[in-house]
């Protein structure tokens, strides 16, 4: 199936899959090979500071490494939802280039992210890594670790959870739609994507995490379903969560 202008098969999956496409209001907004680079921007300054702030202040978080990691989860979230959506749904995924996706760091969850120009491609597991996690995910990390103190099991780890929570919610809509075909699709690509070299081991068998996110430690934040850790950790075990 080859995509379409829009990219409309996703609308039905949910916010975090949904890709707005075309350049629009977007034209304003920073590129995320730009936000990578750390380049500044005219209305955000540092694209990844400004993020890692904004979610600072969102969450009330202690440290700003606390945000740094949501932010990461929250963008690899949507990355990942985006490349398996158009996998299952189409047969195929979008470009999605840093260069060709224009990202809004001032907006809300899930983040608010741009496609410029919709062109196919491949949707083997070798081309989503590829795209997602050498296009995106390594670079971010690279961003991120310039400026917090954030260890890179820890980033392996959210990568890992982000990929196996799309599944999730995709593997759900699917069979709610009585749609096997694409819940087989979803569970077969996921399992090669976790069993990449930069993801292989972030997981347990059962798709538990490895390494925790440090959302414990946002005031009121708990554990997350899929943590290390079956209770939050008292202060005194906390230098065990990277």
């Given at each position: ?32 090979a ?34 740094a ?54 949707a083997?597991?070798?081309t ?21 103190r ?19 919610q ?10 096997e ?5 979803t ?21 538990r995490?490895r ?5 414990y ?21 906390r230098?065990?969560s990277?």
């Amino acid at each position: 199936m080859d995509l379409d202008p829009d990219l409309a098969a996703l609308e039905a999956l949910g916010g975090f899959f949904v890709l707005r496409v075309g350049a629009g209001p977007a034209t304003s907004l920073p590129s995320l090979a730009q936000a990578y680079a750390n380049r500044p921007s005219e209305d955000h300054g540092n694209p990844v500071t400004f993020r890692v702030e904004k979610v600072a202040a969102a969450l009330r978080a202690p440290e700003a490494r606390i945000a740094a990691s949501v932010a990461q989860q929250g963008l690899a979230a949507r990355l990942w939802s985006v490349a398996l959506g158009c996998a299952a749904r189409y047969d195929a995924i979008p470009d999605l280039a840093p260069e060709r996706l224009r990202w809004d760091p001032d907006a809300g969850a899930p983040d608010d992210l741009w496609l410029t120009e919709v062109s196919a491609l491949p949707a083997d597991p070798a081309t989503v890594a590829d795209v997602v996690l050498h296009g995106h995910l390594e670079p971010f990390a690279t961003a991120l670790r310039a400026h917090h103190r954030l260890a890179p099991g820890l980033l392996r780890g959210n990568a890992a959870s982000a990929l196996a929570g799309a599944a999730r919610q995709l593997e759900q809509w699917a069979r709610l739609h009585g749609d096997e075909r694409t819940a087989a699709r979803t569970r077969s690509l996921t399992a090669a994507l976790l069993a990449h070299p930069l993801l292989a081991g972030a997981l347990t068998a059962d798709l538990r995490r490895r390494s925790c996110c440090l959302y414990y430690r946002v005031p009121g934040g708990g554990v997350c379903g899929d943590c290390c850790f079956t209770r939050t950790p008292r202060s005194s075990a906390r230098g065990a969560s990277g």
